[in-house]
């Protein structure tokens, strides 16, 4: 599994967890924010009249209101982002990632409100009656000049629609049911495969309905799900309020430093904790990836501006609220930098050709430059040493998670803690496990993800039952998460082959998410900055080729609500 992982990996060092991603990503932001002059400033408050209601009126061409829409867009959007990548972007870069994501976010607000008016403004009516829209849309139908000449972009179109039906199952299905299962079998005890099985059969049956039944359901199912979390979020928060400042201290104070070692956590510097933090932005409030707008497309609204407004909301209550509690939460309880019992993935142990000791700190500076790649050390490849589940190697260092392992107990089996400990040798090549045995590896390390939300939760008012609403929690989210993707996914397979492909698209959708709910953590989690990057690059060309359109749009909607609600309070809009 690790060397699945590492392939991965090296395609996602092309890509994704490139040095240039990060910074095409918040250029665009950055771009679009200086020369749109602050839309998601300026337009802030007409964003909240618009969702309200203010402006509805029922005869208004779509399938969806605006508050469905967002309520859709938003469930696509909060996930695992929320609970596990924000737990995942502070294991990898310390709290300053955190800092990173919310600026990612601040741009990303305005990135949203350009792609969602584009898509709103040349969605299709489909043969159906139904509404299609998305950057393949927008791509295709625009008008697109190079040098005075008219230029076709359905190449990019095309390749977008490929990228999102990839990223449908790399967001929305594998790593949402990952998360859950992995939480539900922590927490409760409840097998993966019956996780799998159990929710791929509710899946089915919601997203057969299309849209107007996947709003029905998201619109009601995210209201409900951000009460649960925030009531245990904030009873963590304030539990532990002589941490809130220190927190707030940690993720604004090492910015451009990075974040020194403290308990298990070896430290992260700069350039990792940058890449790290806004590609988990990216993944929290996907501004920039193209997969809100196939959402807001079906929104019933005469101009697409006004979809816009509203789609600068998502990445302020996505990240820039709700991964910022959860962000508290993990600081605040102090989880994230401290070992727990927990089982080992496989892609995420390497064992060192050498023993370096955590108490000694020139070995934890070799450690901390060997996992921050600015220096590799050797890896150990031979035999590991157990009697009776104990390793009797002296020249080695095991790490899991980015930590040196503690109590290490080698187990027979798939089994629990109970089963069977294990004695003999098991083969390790290259710092990995090429034993073909099923062993399992029992330790105290760092953790990240979902469980380490759920850690978190344990230490407020609500005691142990706090991985309760983790649980529940995480379960509504990526649910709703993975209901919206597939809807993204069937946009783009009627866009590239036509209505009758979706039934099977939606089969195997299903499929991938039953068997997702017991692979590997980290390789899902790889599989998905992959998917995402590869869907958002084309994206933003696009955005980029039409930032003049975008302009025109904005005078145009400022001319049509001028004429229609005269004497209404509202932005300047030239």
């Known amino acids: ?6 392939f991965l990996t090296l395609i996602d060092s092309f890509i994704g967890s490139a040095w240039w991603f990060p910074y095409a990503l918040l250029g665009t932001g950055l771009f679009f924010t200086l020369y749109l002059k602050f839309p998601q400033i300026r337009f802030f408050r007409h964003a909240v009249r618009i969702v309200t209601g203010k402006y509805d009126r029922k005869d208004l061409p779509g399938d969806t209101s605006h508050f469905q829409a967002l309520a859709t867009a938003l469930s696509g959007t909060v996930g695992t982002g929320n609970i596990a990548g924000v737990a995942f972007a502070v294991h990898l870069g310390g709290p300053a990632a955190l800092f990173w994501m919310l600026v990612t976010a601040a741009l990303g607000m305005c990135t949203k409100f350009v792609e969602v008016s584009l ?3 040349y969605r299709t009516k489909l043969p159906d009656g139904t509404m299609a829209g998305g950057p393949m849309y927008y791509m295709k139908n625009a008008e697109f000049k190079f040098r005075g000449k008219k230029v076709s972009l359905k190449w990019l179109a095309a390749i977008f629609a490929f990228a999102t039906v990839l990223s449908s199952f790399g967001t929305g299905s594998l790593p949402q049911i990952n998360s859950i299962s992995s939480t539900l079998l922590a927490t409760f005890g409840i097998d993966q495969v019956i996780t799998g099985a159990v929710l791929a ?4 049956l919601v997203i057969i309905g299309g849209i107007k039944r996947i709003a029905a359901v998201t619109s009601k199912l995210v209201p409900g799900m951000a009460i649960i979390y925030f009531i245990g979020a904030f009873a963590v928060i304030f539990f532990n309020y002589e941490n809130i400042v220190p927190s707030l201290a940690a993720i604004f104070g090492d910015i451009f430093s990075g ?3 403290t308990g298990g ?5 700069l350039a990792f904790a940058f890449n790290r933090g806004v590609n988990r932005g990216l993944f929290s409030n996907e501004a920039g990836q193209g997969s809100a707008p196939i959402a807001h497309a079906s929104a019933k609204a005469n101009e697409p501006l006004s979809e816009g ?3 600068i909301l998502e990445p302020f209550i996505d990240t820039i609220i709700i991964c910022t509690v959860t962000g508290l939460v993990l600081l605040s309880s102090g989880v994230w930098a401290e070992k727990h019992q927990n089982q080992f993935e496989y892609a995420e142990i390497e064992i060192l050709a050498d023993q370096y000791k955590e108490t000694v700190p020139e070995h934890k500076d070799k450690i901390y430059r060997h996992l921050n790649e600015i220096e590799a050390l050797p890896t150990f490849s031979g035999e ?11 020249d080695i260092t095991f790490i899991h998670a980015r930590s040196f392992a503690d109590n290490i107990t080698v187990f027979k089996n798939e089994g629990l803690l109970d089963e069977e400990v294990f004695s003999g040798v098991i083969k390790i090549q290259n710092g990995d496990v090429v034993d073909e045995r099923p062993l399992k590896f029992i330790g105290e390390s760092l953790v990240h993800s979902a469980p380490l939300t759920a850690l978190a939760f344990n230490r407020g008012f609500f005691g142990d039952y706090g991985q309760y609403i983790v649980s529940i929690g995480l379960l509504l989210f990526a649910f709703s998460t993975a209901i919206s993707w597939s809807y993204y996914g069937d946009r783009a397979m009627t866009y590239l082959f036509g209505p009758r492909s979706v039934i099977y698209y939606r089969i195997v959708y299903v499929v991938a998410f039953f068997f997702a709910a017991f692979q590997d953590t980290t390789i899902i989690w790889t599989l998905s900055a992959i998917t995402i990057a590869l869907m958002t690059l084309p994206n933003l060309i696009g955005i980029i080729w039409l930032r003049r359109d975008m302009k025109k749009t904005i005078r145009e909607y400022g001319d049509f609500f001028e004429e229609n609600f005269p004497g209404s309070k509202h932005p300047k809009f030239k």
Do not use: P, Q, Y
Not at 1 to 6: C, F, I, Y
Not at 265 to 269: L, R, S
């Open 201 to 204: 059969v509710f899946l089915g």
């Open 384 to 394: 590991l040493r157990v009697e009776n589940g104990k390793i009797v190697n002296d």
């Open 119 to 121: 898509s709103h403004k």
């Open 309 to 311: 407004m509203v789609a």
């Open 265 to 269: 956590f070896i430290g992260a510097n």
């Open 1 to 6: 599994m690790r060397e699945v992982n590492e």
């Open 259 to 261: 974040t020194a070692a």
